[in-house]
């Protein structure tokens, strides 16, 4: 069997266009916004953008993801969670 030439990536996980509202993924350099501010499928589209961010650190980075990747994803999650109990208890009336 040949050898296959090794894979080279030329994209760090950090090397992200910063503040670009249309990419698909939410590096730790671009802003934040408050949560409560947000839709709940506005809520969503961050949280997907910052697990796609999350995958990619983990791909990329020998070090792992930033802290700051990781610390979103659980505010997201924890944000998520909440208006899941809030529209459950509401619903349960």
């Given at each position: 069997m040949p050898d296959l030439p090794a894979l080279t990536v030329s994209v760090s996980a950090h090397d992200?266009?910063?503040?670009?509202?249309?990419?698909?993924?939410?590096?730790?350099?671009?802003?934040?916004?408050d949560l409560e501010a947000l839709s709940l499928t506005a809520v969503q589209a961050l949280h997907?953008?910052?697990?796609?961010?999350?995958?990619?650190?983990?791909?990329m980075t020998l070090d792992g993801?930033?802290?700051?990747?990781l610390d979103r994803q659980q505010e997201l999650s924890e944000?998520?969670?909440?208006?899941?109990?809030q529209r459950a208890s509401v619903t349960a009336r």
């Open positions: 992200d266009v910063a503040e670009n509202q249309n990419s698909t993924f939410l590096c730790p350099r671009d802003a934040f916004p997907s953008r910052v697990c796609r961010q999350l995958d990619r650190e983990y791909l993801p930033s802290c700051e990747t944000e998520l969670d909440r208006r899941e109990l």
